[in-house]
T-cell receptor, first 112, second 108 residues
Framework: NAGVTQTPKFQVLKTGQSMTLQCAQD?????MYWYRQDPGMGLRLIYY???????DKGEVPNGYNVSRLNKREFSLRLESAAPSQTSVYFC???????????FGDGTRLSIL | KQEVTQIPAALSVPEGENLVLNCSFT??????LQWFRQDPGKGLTSLLL?????REQTSGRLNASLDKSSGRSTLYIAASQPGDSATYLC???????FGAGTRLFVKA
């Protein structure tokens, strides 16, 4: 039972490069989320998708785009990476937006 | 803007002790409140979720309460064990706003 799978687990980018973080869940959940976690700032919501075909901004959406590819997959894209986007990125899913969220193990992204 | 605060930031207790972790929020119009634990280098594990219409939820040795009028939630851990050592986070709403967490260390 894989749950929420994030790829890659680690990535180093140079400033200005683009990158897509992938997330897939096998629990048939309707809602999916992307967060970033930074020391001293805690976890912050970037974007979420309440159901297939919908996406909405969270607390810190600037510099990111998302795609809900299908019910299983929700990707996060950095078009032009900046050092301020160095962080640990977590994907999560839930049956519906009012249900408990299940998290992946994160992607550790460094931008030089 | 919703703000979520967790006190204390860190806590060290001997094994077997009962303990309470606190979470406060500034806007009482919340959708729900979740408690998570996070182990080092790992993602979050959902412990308990309280809907806005509920006052408490229980799971095993864990009990979470919610008082919307005062903007507070508590997570009670009974008979703490070394395996409970982790960071505990509370989060409010479906546009989830997290607190900074409480780092718990339970000494054997």
């Amino acid at each position: 039972n894989a749950g929420v799978t994030q790829t890659p687990k680690f990535q180093v980018l140079k400033t200005g490069q683009s990158m897509t973080l992938q997330c897939a869940q096998d629990m048939n959940h309707n809602s999916m989320y992307w967060y970033r976690q930074d020391p001293g700032m805690g976890l912050r919501l970037i974007y979420y998708s309440a159901s297939e075909g919908t996406t909405d901004k969270g607390e810190v959406p600037n510099g990111y785009n998302v795609s809900r590819l299908n019910k299983r997959e929700f990707s996060l894209r950095l078009e032009s990476a900046a050092p301020s986007q160095t962080s640990v990125y977590f994907c999560a899913s839930s049956d519906f937006i009012w249900q408990p969220q299940h998290f992946g193990d994160g992607t550790r992204l460094s931008i030089l | 803007k919703q703000e979520v605060t967790q006190i204390p930031a860190a806590l060290s207790v001997p094994e077997g002790e009962n303990l309470v972790l606190n979470c406060s929020f500034t806007d009482s119009a919340i959708y729900n409140l979740q408690w998570f634990r996070q182990d080092p280098g790992k993602g979050l594990t959902s412990l308990l979720l309280i809907q806005s219409s509920q006052r408490e939820q229980t799971s095993g040795r864990l009990n979470a309460s919610l008082d919307k009028s005062s903007g507070r939630s508590t997570l009670y851990i009974a008979a703490s064990q070394p395996g409970d050592s982790a960071t505990y986070l509370c989060a409010v709403g479906f546009k989830t706003i997290f607190g900074a967490g409480t780092r718990l260390f339970v000494k054997a």
